[in-house]
């Protein structure tokens, strides 16, 4: 004889997987970016620090060598991007109960205060913390434009 289900058993399953993905995509969630969310990547911690010759950014990205980080400076903004691909080989008498270090990614955009002089920015990583020196540079003066008149 078959043995009854009960409803309340598996609404409490329902509810313990909901709490477990709820879960995970809180740690997704981070307010400095656009809607909270990461999307699938992880948001790096900065500190940024200004004096009166440079901006100095200093980032946590453990785990990631130098081939894997991308420094962007445009317009006021400062972009690092980090995408590591985890090789492993595959033997047949392995089987792996949970896989989590195939892919991982992090990236950050930073508003950058004052104007820097792109062409000579400095970066390093030493025991997975990248330092990023931006040197400023004065603003353009405006200038006046005369208008003719015809």
């Given at each position: 004889?078959?043995?009854?289900l009960?409803?309340?058993k598996?609404?409490?399953q329902?509810f313990?997987?909901?709490?477990?993905?709820?879960e995970?995509?809180?740690?997704?969630?981070?307010?400095?970016?656009?809607?909270g969310?990461?999307l699938g990547?992880?948001?790096m911690a900065?500190?940024?620090?200004?004096?009166?010759?440079?901006?100095?950014?200093?980032a946590?990205?453990?785990?990631?060598d130098?081939?894997?980080i991308?420094?962007?400076?445009?317009?006021?903004?400062?972009?690092?991007?980090?995408?590591h691909?985890?090789t492993?080989?595959?033997s047949?008498?392995?089987?792996?109960?949970?896989?989590?270090?195939?892919?991982?990614?992090?990236?950050?955009?930073?508003q950058?205060?004052?104007?820097?002089?792109?062409?000579?920015?400095?970066?390093?990583?030493?025991?997975?913390?990248?330092s990023?020196?931006l040197?400023?540079?004065e603003?353009?003066?405006?200038?006046?434009?005369?208008?003719?008149?015809e």
């Amino acid at each position: 004889m078959a043995t009854p289900l009960n409803p309340f058993k598996e609404i409490e399953q329902l509810f313990n997987r909901m709490s477990r993905q709820f879960e995970e995509t809180s740690r997704e969630i981070d307010s400095s970016e656009p809607f909270g969310l990461t999307l699938g990547s992880r948001t790096m911690a900065v500190d940024v620090v200004e004096d009166d010759e440079s901006i100095v950014v200093t980032a946590d990205i453990p785990g990631f060598d130098r081939e894997d980080i991308e420094i962007r400076v445009t317009d006021h903004t400062l972009r690092i991007d980090a995408e590591h691909e985890e090789t492993v080989d595959e033997s047949e008498d392995e089987r792996y109960l949970r896989r989590e270090r195939r892919h991982r990614s992090m990236s950050r955009s930073i508003q950058l205060p004052s104007e820097v002089d792109t062409g000579n920015v400095e970066a390093r990583i030493k025991n997975g913390v990248l330092s990023i020196t931006l040197p400023k540079t004065e603003p353009e003066d405006a200038r006046e434009v005369e208008i003719e008149v015809e």
